[in-house]
């Protein structure tokens, strides 16, 4: 099992380009989460996804979209990368049927100059 | 709406010794669990800790315990002989009942410090 896998690792973008990070997962998780960590910070919810086919928003979901494309997969896009969303991004997934652990993937460094 | 809250930016604890880092929560959820997560200068988040909102006794995992006080809605860690490998970031983190879909919510963390 890999657990939960991210790509890219790292990313340096240009104010308003675009981009996909991609999340998955293969522990079959119902739910799975989006969450960004500044610098010296806690981790912000972003968007979540309880199950597939459904998603919702976290404490800072603007700039960014979502996408469950599968029971496996969970997509952030931000649509015109601002210097304000530098940042790690953390994929998390958790069975979804019972207060268990949340697993993480290794992150996602982006850059936007 | 859910509110986690770590007061404590930094602390500092003498090897071997015994060290508990603040953690409170506000929830309207009667049906809720709380989590630790220590977040190593590499990065990872690894998993320390569980609570639930109806366990009538306090979680415990090896040198980790949680000092859970549901009506002062706290939620401390409490690390015994603390150990160098112990320094690192610490994040207090609640999950709310499944109807909203296991929405979790970290805390700002406590950076800890242990000194030989």
């Known amino acids: 099992n890999a657990g939960v896998t991210q790509t890219p690792k790292f990313q340096v973008l240009k104010t308003g380009q675009s981009m996909t990070l991609q999340c998955a997962q293969d522990?079959?998780?119902?739910?799975m989460y989006w969450y960004r960590q500044d610098p010296g910070m806690g981790l912000r919810l972003i968007y979540y996804?309880?199950?597939?086919?459904?998603?919702d928003k976290g404490e800072v979901p603007n700039g960014y979209n979502v996408s469950r494309l599968n029971k496996r997969e969970f997509s952030l896009r931000l649509e015109s990368a601002a210097p304000s969303q530098t940042s790690v991004y953390f994929c998390?997934?958790?069975?979804?049927?019972?207060?268990?652990?949340?697993?993480f993937g290794p992150g996602t460094r982006l850059t936007v100059l | 709406a859910q509110k986690i809250t770590q007061t404590q930016p930094g602390m500092f604890v003498q090897e071997k010794e015994a060290v508990t880092l603040d953690c409170t929560y506000d929830?309207?959820?009667?049906?809720?669990?709380l989590f630790w997560y220590k977040q190593p200068s590499s990065g990872e988040m690894i998993f320390l800790i569980y609570?639930?909102?109806?366990?009538?006794q306090n979680a415990t995992e090896g040198r980790y315990s949680l000092n859970f006080q549901k009506a002062r809605k706290s939620a401390n860690l409490v690390i015994s002989a603390s150990q160098l490998g112990d320094s690192a970031m610490y994040f207090c983190?609640?999950?709310?009942?499944?109807?909203?879909?296991?929405?979790?919510?970290f805390g700002a963390g406590t950076r800890l410090f242990v000194k030989a």
């Open positions: 522990m079959n998780h119902n739910s």
């Open positions: 983190a609640m999950r709310e009942g499944g109807t909203g879909g296991f929405k979790t919510i």
């Open positions: 609570q639930g909102s109806y366990d009538e």
């Open positions: 996804s309880a199950s597939e086919g459904t998603t």
């Open positions: 929830t309207s959820d009667q049906s809720y669990g």
């Open positions: 998390a997934s958790i069975r979804g049927d019972s207060y268990n652990e949340q697993f």
